[in-house]
């Protein structure tokens, strides 16, 4: 049974940092993209940042420069660190893991929120200014 957790959420001042982190199990993790997406209220669900079993990432215009995506494959886990962060950035923050075959391994990690295969439970972050 595939799961992800999401945690590292919270209140956070406009300007500060954060990191979010996502553990996932039942699933052999190096074979897999993770992305970070996000749902404020009253929007849809958008991409964040996303990391493929290479280590190639990609991000949202929105965060590029302020937000970092890793991997820890020996930990099973995907991190975002989130920098300098703006009043535009509270939301519902989800993880989602993506089967990649070996082969796309160094393509652009997918962006597209039904493209990802499992999503974790989500985490909220809050931002005041």
């Known amino acids: 049974q595939v799961q992800l957790v999401d945690s590292g959420g919270g209140l956070v001042q406009a300007g500060a940092s954060l990191r979010l982190s996502c553990v996932a199990s039942?699933?052999?993790?190096?074979?897999?993209?993770m992305g970070w997406f996000r749902q404020a209220p009253g929007k849809e669900r958008e991409f964040v940042a996303a990391?493929?079993?290479?280590?190639?990432?990609s991000s949202a215009e929105s965060v590029k420069g302020r937000f970092t995506i890793s991997r820890d494959n020996a930990k099973n886990t995907v991190h975002l660190q989130m920098n300098s962060v703006k009043p535009e950035d509270p939301a519902v923050y989800y993880c989602?893991?993506?089967?990649?075959?070996?082969?796309?391994?160094?393509?652009?990690?997918?962006?597209?929120?039904?493209?990802?295969?499992?999503w974790g439970q989500g985490t909220q972050v809050t931002v005041s200014s």
């Open positions: 990391i493929n079993r290479s280590v190639r990432s």
């Open positions: 039942g699933l052999f993790f190096s074979n897999y993209a």
């Open positions: 989602a893991a993506k089967f990649i075959p070996s082969s796309q391994g160094m393509s652009v990690p997918p962006s597209r929120d039904y493209d990802y295969d499992y």
